[in-house]
């Protein structure tokens, strides 16, 4: 879309809550917010972390939907439910990976980032992304991360055996390969595809 | 007498802080509706001024867009700025003058109001002299409205007593700044930090008071940069640097000389630029000669190592910038700490080129500029000092008047409420300024406040120190009127009027020329718009060190501000000062200042073991008057919570959560505890937003910064116990 994508940052994130805030004022989402946002562990340290949807190519979410409510689009965004068909069951709440859609009572219907797909869709640049003081949520081009950032954006999760690819990037130390988040993961089990690659 | 005029429920009732969390008609009924605008223009809180598109339909806020144009921000903003439109349509807004009854206060006619506070200023004149009136100023205020208070206090009421809430935030750089380099202005452009390649932030929790700069320093993260941080918390920032540098309270001044000893002791100094462009040199390295990294550590709590590392980061670089706010300024050293860290810019020759100085973090909206103008007890406009002859010709002839007629320097915001309390001060008229949450030892206000015989406020809302009113003048937002301001880097940009102030609310500068029409002197306040005020400004600082003499509004928009100094209209502005290694003094030179060491003025011992320091979260700006109305805002940081470390926690039985009552030599106040490792064991923070019985100032003291006079937020003493749950409204 216009040549640019999402990159998640959590070590530049500050805590400010800015995209919590900003993402309520777009104009689809109209007072709710789908930002996730977590203090890792307040009393340990001041991280924070936020992100967005991260849009996968294969999305666990709409494979769950006994309504068939979750749509992929062309340009990979995958959308909120649509409100005719969801029936708010959280098969997706809970199958998720990355723990991202929301029921929201008030709508009885499942919620997520759908990228400011009003605003990407017209050339703009999503709500969150573009406030964000300390960049830790962007949206640019390819070549800009790359010319200017010392990470390396990363879009491979392992969890257990699933491997998930998706349309949002996950800046990573330089020598990351993909992220697996399981110690299990990383444990020889003769099937495990990272840690043959590993090897 | 101006006791709170109702109890404090009854006000909450009437006058709030209720929570705005829905935009005009909620979220649900935008569309269809009249034709929506955007206009482009800046946020009302902090001095980053971030340019932002406001959305208006049927003159009110109905939300933002980002103005990804703005160099400064390029569409970033921080919760505040994204909120900040719920002020807007507000529910405690103030929609006509107040006066005070015998049981609160009652709407009045603008005739009545005006009339009441022009007479009973001149009646406390006429009975006390004409320094028994003070004015209190603010630096959130447009650099118009700031240069009317100005005018105001020393032509329509002749008082030699205007200060401003900015004595709370700017002064000591301020001082420090003026004394070193000859100005007072942060000296580069902000894009300068993302060139830097090491960047010392100091007693600048950048992350939460400034979240837009740190998108400049994690710029130069990328680009490889070194990053120090200094500071008794571990701050947002702290997180990615590769120095971490965890003073106690009060003893920056420790750490940076001892840095000073060790780049003079290693060699580490550009003798060049030293011997070409300053003076007092050898004087500054005698004064930390005895301060070797060993006796910084003991004194600071900061390790030798670090100390010698961090002055060898600075000191070999040819790129480092030293980045501070009011972790450094707001001690009763603070002038000392900012010219410590001008000294280490001077001494090793990082000053005047790109990526290289000093600079101060400007904090409060219109920090900079509403302290170039005149509002400040000593000041012209223009930057120029009241006792400067040439200076008072300059601007009485502007202004119309003989120069014998401007009253002398008066006192600084503090000295002003301790003039009240004693009783020589009986009149205040104030505007954009809530001392009853802002000022040092809250008590110690309020008892002041009481004793007023006059007490008249210029407000959108009602403050805490505003219930002390016996007349409130309903005034404007930011966006209800024109001006400019300037930003942390001396940018002036320009403040659009978004929306009208509600019918019965006015422009705060038709309320102050009016008020100077009623009390005889309107010819000198004939201004009917901010550009004519702005005119008469342009031509009043003409030939100071802030001259605006070539910025108009039509340039600011075309270049998306100017910069002062700005003396021609052909002149592009000054977005680096000091490139061309000429200096603001008269001799050209930049003055190195003498360091020496001094105790905080409420020095922690047996029976208050505990060093306090207060400062700020980032979802509330100030004293609240604004943000505590803003329910997004509100939801984020509810109440003021107790940072305190393990290990204390431990010692004193304290778990996250638990009620603990904290008293300093002045006073006490119950919270509650959030244990964290982000802050020094032997201190605690809490920050200063709130009033009354959650008032971290109700703990702070009033000594000050003997130069500055800036209070010493930063350091108290404290102990620490725990406490059963307040009762409800406590």
């Not at chain 1, 809970?94 to 709508?107: M, S």
């Not at chain 1, 200017?148 to 800046?171: A, D």
């Amino acid at each position: 879309m216009f040549g640019r994508e999402f990159y998640v940052d959590p070590s530049r994130c500050i805590g400010c809550q800015s995209c919590l805030k900003a993402c309520e004022e777009c104009e689809t989402h109209r007072g709710v917010s789908m930002i996730n946002f977590d203090f890792v562990d307040r009393e340990e340290s001041i991280a924070t972390a936020a992100y967005v949807c991260w849009h996968c190519d294969d999305p666990t979410c709409a494979q769950v939907c006994p309504a068939d409510a979750i749509k992929k689009y062309e340009d990979g965004i995958v959308g909120s439910s649509l409100k005719p068909r969801c029936i708010g069951c959280s098969n997706c709440v809970l199958a998720c990976p990355f723990g991202i859609p929301k029921l929201v009572p008030q709508y009885e219907q499942m919620m997520k980032c759908d990228m400011c797909y009003d605003r990407t869709s017209a050339g703009k640049r999503p709500m969150c992304a573009t406030v964000c003081p300390s960049q830790a949520l962007a949206y640019v081009t390819p070549e800009t991360i790359a010319a200017t950032r010392r990470e390396k954006p990363v879009n491979t999760f392992w969890f257990g055996s699933q491997k998930i690819t998706t349309k949002v990037y996950m800046m990573a130390p330089r020598d990351a390969g993909e992220i697996a988040i399981d110690v299990a993961d990383y444990t020889w089990e003769g099937e495990n595809e990272l840690v043959l690659q590993a090897f | 007498m101006a006791k709170a005029a109702a109890s404090l429920d009854e006000l909450q009732r009437r006058f709030g802080p209720h929570l705005n969390y829905n935009p005009p008609g909620g979220w649900h009924s935008q569309s269809g509706q009249a034709e929506e605008k955007l206009v482009k223009t800046h946020c009302c809180f902090c001095g980053q001024q971030c340019g932002i598109q406001l959305k208006v339909r049927d003159n009110r806020l109905t939300g933002f867009e980002p103005w990804e144009e703005f160099p400064f921000n390029r569409g970033m903003l921080c919760p505040k700025g994204v909120k900040r439109y719920l002020q807007g349509n507000h529910p405690d807004r103030l929609l006509d003058p107040l006066v005070r009854t015998a049981g609160g206060f009652r709407a009045g006619s603008w005739d009545e109001a005006l009339d009441f506070t022009a007479r009973r200023l001149r009646e406390v004149q006429e009975k006390y002299g004409p320094d028994s009136v003070a004015v209190y100023g603010g630096a959130s205020l447009t650099t118009e409205k700031a240069y009317l208070m100005g005018k105001f206090a020393r032509v329509a009421l002749g008082t030699r007593h205007i200060d401003y809430n900015g004595r709370l935030c700017m002064v000591s750089a301020g001082t420090a700044y003026k004394a070193a380099l000859g100005v007072d202005r942060a000296p580069n452009p902000w894009a300068d930090i993302a060139k830097a390649e090491v960047l010392m932030a100091i007693g600048a929790n950048i992350g939460e008071c400034a979240p837009i700069t740190t998108d400049y320093v994690w710029r130069a993260r990328d680009q490889g940069a070194k990053l120090i941080v200094a500071d008794p918390r571990f701050t947002p920032i702290a997180r990615n640097a590769d120095l971490y540098l965890p003073v106690r309270p009060g003893t920056d001044l420790a750490l940076l000389m001892a840095m000073l000893h060790v780049i003079v002791r290693d060699g580490l100094t550009d003798r060049a630029f030293i011997d070409a462009h300053t003076t007092g040199f050898e004087k500054t390295a005698q004064s930390v000669e005895a301060w070797n990294p060993q006796r910084a550590a003991e004194v600071s709590g900061v390790a030798p190592e670090a100390i010698e590392k961090a002055a060898h980061l600075i000191g070999e670089s040819r790129r480092a910038m030293l980045l501070h706010a009011r972790g450094l300024e707001h001690q009763s050293k603070g002038v000392e700490n900012c010219e410590a860290v001008v000294a280490i810019a001077l001494a090793t020759g990082n000053i005047g080129r790109e990526g290289a100085g000093a600079v101060m973090i400007t904090g409060q909206g219109n920090g900079q500029g509403g302290r170039e103008h005149g509002q400040k007890c000593d000041q012209l406009p223009g930057q120029r000092s009241l006792t400067d002859p040439a200076a008072r010709r300059h601007v009485a002839q502007v202004w119309g008047i003989a120069p014998e007629d401007l009253p002398g320097p008066g006192y600084t915001a503090v000295e002003i409420m301790n003039a009240v309390h004693r009783g020589e001060i009986k009149g205040l008229l104030s505007i954009c300024f809530n001392p009853l949450v802002s000022l040092p030892d809250a008590n110690f206000t309020r008892e002041a406040l009481e004793r007023l015989e006059f007490f008249g406020v210029i407000d959108f809302f009602l403050s805490e120190t505003a219930a002390h009113a016996d007349v409130v003048l309903a005034g404007s937002l930011q966006e209800e009127e024109e001006g400019v301001t300037a930003n942390v880097e001396a940018r002036v940009i320009h403040i659009q009027q978004a929306v009208e102030p509600p019918p019965n609310a006015r422009r705060d500068s038709e309320i102050i020329c009016e008020l100077a029409r009623r009390l005889g002197r309107g010819r000198y306040f004939s201004f009917q718009t901010p550009r004519e005020i702005f005119e008469e400004l342009r031509r009043a600082s003409q030939g100071g060190l802030a001259d605006y003499y070539g910025i108009t509004y039509e340039k600011i928009d075309r270049q998306m501000g100017v910069f002062w100094p700005c003396p021609t209209l052909e002149h592009p502005g000054t977005p680096r000062l000091f490139e061309d290694g000429r200096f603001f003094h008269p001799d050209g030179k930049a003055h190195f200042m003498s360091l020496a060491w001094r105790d905080s003025g409420d020095p922690v011992d047996g029976e208050f073991p505990v060093y306090l320091t207060t400062g700020r979260v980032v979802s509330q700006y100030l004293s609240g008057t604004q943000t505590r109305r803003i329910g997004a805002l509100v939801d984020q940081y509810p109440a003021p919570k107790l940072e305190i470390h393990p290990r204390l926690a431990e010692q004193l039985g304290i778990r996250t959560g638990d009620w603990v009552r904290v008293t300093s030599r002045r006073s006490a106040i119950t919270l509650q505890a959030m244990v964290v490792r982000t802050i020094r064991p032997d201190t605690v923070f809490i920050p200063y937003h709130w009033p009354a019985g959650r008032s971290a100032n109700r703990l702070t003291h009033r000594t000050l910064d003997p130069r500055s006079k800036i209070p010493e937020f930063k350091v108290s003493a404290c102990r620490i116990e725990k406490a059963a749950a307040p009762a409800e409204g406590a």
